[in-house]
């Protein structure tokens, strides 16, 4: 393997995207044991576990200027998680995160060798949603990095059957949340990317865990022999800017939308409408921004000159004239009655 003819133990990072309930995390388990069993050193890093909950909670931004923009810390923790899986395979012994949970992070990791005092293959499952490419490119940038293969299983799911799955969780998502994240999921593209090549998409509705166990083996078997290279082309340079602006753009624009649904609401309340017409247009409005966001970033992706921060005023305008004529429709329905 390319990985120990470079002096090292062969290693990869493969990645679990999909909608939350899809599946991942049984999948996960059942192909760290068929690792094992192989007598690889095998591990389930769940970004469920190892990030908190009130990462994902929403606080007013400390800009100092009273905008009240609200926001939440999970980007940052998702990096946390990171630069640990970076330490671990460098071998630094580093502080505790203060970002992940160390109970968690012990029972994933720390009964595991770094890699230079072991030479078994190496295995890191990363169980999360990963429904951006962009937040799969970083975990591609980490294997390339070590020199680690690198691959990608995409458990396709129905969305209304996730919410079904998720109501039975002890902790369920809300199912808002599941049924937007459907529509920003991007699915692995090897035809559009080509750091994507070693992805394989499994039915959640078809086929025993073991099976699939079995497929997603067959695939971290060929990804151990071939890790990307340290060398950038020009192609995957492009791409990765492509990528990294469009999700600031849209970064941007959410922004500018979720400051602009917060101030609907706010005249609603004022005018004053009922609460349950109150309710019925923040549910409007949420999925509106999550319509309209979605189909900038595809616009972003598509084309290269919609990415300057006056394209994103004018998309923050267009939406702001979507936001006005809810309101306005909600509005006029409430004189009418």
């Avoid at 606080?59 to 630069?83: F, I, N, P, Y």
């Avoid at 680690?148 to 199912?175: I, K, T």
């Avoid at 500018?256 to 409408?273: F, N, Q």
Wanted: hydrophobic share 40%; charged share 30%; with cysteine.
């Amino acid at each position: 393997m390319a990985a120990e003819a470079a002096g090292r133990p062969a290693g990869c990072l493969c990645v679990l995207c999909g909608l939350p309930a899809a599946g991942k995390s049984t999948l996960a388990r059942e192909v760290r044991g068929a690792a094992s069993r192989r007598g690889w050193r095998a591990a389930v890093l769940s970004y469920d576990d190892l990030i908190p909950e009130d990462a994902f909670q929403t606080r007013e931004a400390e800009d100092g200027g009273g905008s009240g923009e609200l926001h939440t810390d999970w980007k940052l923790h998702r990096r946390a998680v990171l630069q640990r899986v970076d330490d671990f395979l460098e071998g630094r012994g580093v502080p505790a995160e203060p970002r992940i949970s160390g109970a968690a992070w012990e029972r994933s990791l720390g009964p595991l060798l770094p890699p230079a005092a072991d030479r078994a293959p190496l295995l890191l499952l990363l169980d999360d949603n990963f429904y951006y490419a962009s937040m799969r490119y970083e975990v591609f940038q980490l294997a390339r990095k070590h020199a680690l293969g690198f691959c990608q299983v995409y458990l396709r799911c129905d969305p209304d059957a996730c919410v079904s799955r998720n109501r039975r969780r002890c902790e369920p998502v809300p199912a808002g949340v599941v049924l937007e994240m459907a529509t920003r999921l991007e699915p692995p593209n090897p035809r559009k990317n080509a750091w994507e090549k070693n992805s394989v998409p499994l039915d959640a509705s078809g086929g025993s865990p073991e099976r699939h166990a079995q497929e997603v083996m067959a695939l971290i078997s060929s990804a151990l022999s071939d890790p990307p290279s340290p060398l950038e082309d020009n192609a995957e340079r492009t791409e990765a800017g492509r990528l990294a602006c469009a999700a600031s753009a849209v970064h941007q624009a959410d922004r500018a939308c979720r400051r602009l649904v917060s101030d609907a609401v706010k005249a609603a309340r004022e005018i004053p409408v009922p609460p349950e017409d109150l309710r019925r247009l923040a549910a409007e409005l949420n999925e509106s921004k999550a319509a309209f966001l979605q189909g900038l970033r595809r616009r972003l992706l598509r084309d290269a000159s919609v990415r300057r921060e006056d394209d994103v005023g004018r998309a923050a305008d267009a939406f702001d004239r979507q936001t006005k004529e809810i309101l306005s429709r909600i509005t006029s329905e409430k004189k009418r009655t």
